[in-house]
């Protein structure tokens, strides 16, 4: 063969060729951001979620785009106070709040903002301002110690506990459980609703504790047989990990949302649009649920486990978010009612 035959047949070998594969750009980077969210160079997330979690989670974001993420994790009340304060500083340092409470961030600091990939979660988790976005669901119901709870004891609904006087002193409720509260009323009537928790209250004189992860491990190493109700999201996670622990649905089921919202003064506000669009899309919501048992707002990404929505979905499901106003006069009530002086 001479050289030109082989030259021209190498030529025809490659020009048929496939082109080398190239690694697609996730479907949640924008394009016209990426660049300047880039040049921002990092991000700020105030979130409650727990670091053992939320940390890996965000590194799925810095691998993407290379921006570093600053990731400060707190108890809700807490860290709505140091946005309050930061706005009244004029230090304002977050981009990104992740939390069940976002839409409780006053208007003037939350962007109004749609994401593209907010059309592909459940309508109720598209906040009706666009201020908020829910990124996990949150579902109520009580938990129990499978090894101290027999599943013939177990409440057929919350009217039922009041007759449970073997666990008068040893019911965990957590402090600040008012919109499962407001959500029994909407359920039950307000009267009707109140009367069934001062039942419960005056037979069980439940124990109040702080904080729902807390309390889901205290329920699962035995500290308590069982709670009034806990995140089915926590109780599940710890079921897989092979902890004694379940749940019993009762009606009506509590929703809220754990949700994403924006600094209308964010530091950083490309590397904060592209977070809250990552936070919304199929890689972020699979990892969630994978690796947190949180149950995702889109309908096509699988909860862990799989057949909870369908076991949730069976009893009535009360879609119920407070605003700041509505909170306040709530938790007296609670208090009145679990806490009285």
């Known amino acids: 063969m001479t050289l030109a035959r082989a030259l021209l047949s190498a030529f025809a070998l490659c020009a048929g060729a496939p082109a080398l594969a190239q690694t697609a750009a996730p479907d949640w980077i924008i394009p016209e951001l990426l660049a300047a969210a880039k040049a921002e160079g990092e991000l700020t997330v105030y979130s409650s979620t727990n670091e053992q979690e939320g940390l890996p989670m965000w590194k799925l974001y810095t691998d993407a785009t290379g921006i570093k993420v600053n990731y400060v994790r707190n108890a ?3 860290m709505l106070a140091r946005i309050a304060l930061e706005a009244r500083t004029g230090q304002q340092s977050w981009d990104v709040h992740n939390a069940g409470s976002v ?3 006053p208007p003037a600091l939350a962007l109004a903002w749609e994401p593209p990939l907010a059309r592909d979660i459940m309508p109720e988790a598209r906040g009706p301002d666009k ?5 996990y669901a949150g579902y109520n119901a009580p938990q129990y110690n499978t090894n101290l709870v027999k599943k013939e004891e177990l409440p057929a609904s919350y009217e039922d506990f009041a007759t449970k006087k073997q666990w008068a002193g040893k019911v965990a409720l ?6 499962w509260m407001a959500a029994l009323f909407v359920h039950y009537g307000a009267d009707r609703g109140r009367k069934i928790l001062e039942d419960i209250a005056k037979a069980l004189n439940p124990v109040i504790v702080d904080g729902h992860f807390a309390m889901a491990r205290q329920i699962s190493a035995g500290e308590y047989p069982i709670a009034l109700m806990n995140y089915t999201m926590l109780t599940t996670n710890l079921k897989q990990q092979g902890q004694p622990t379940d749940y019993v649905p009762l009606d009506p089921v509590h ?3 754990g949700m994403v919202g924006i600094n209308s003064h964010a530091p950083h506000p490309n590397a904060a649009k592209l977070a809250a669009n990552f936070l919304l899309s199929r890689e972020a919501q699979e990892y969630a649920s994978k690796n947190g048992g ?3 707002t ?7 486990p799989k057949d909870v929505r369908q076991k ?3 009893k009535k499901i009360v879609f119920l978010m407070q605003n700041p106003e509505e909170t306040k006069a709530a938790q007296k009530v609670f208090d009145e009612i679990f806490r009285p002086r």
């Open 255 to 257: 929703l809220w949302f």
């Open 174 to 179: 957590e402090a600040t459980d008012r919109e």
């Open 131 to 135: 201020r908020w976005y829910g990124v």
């Open 103 to 105: 839409h409780h961030i």
């Open 294 to 296: 949180r149950i995702p």
């Open 76 to 78: 809700e009340s807490p």
């Open 312 to 314: 949730l979905a069976e």
């Open 298 to 304: 889109r309908l096509d990404v699988d909860a862990n």
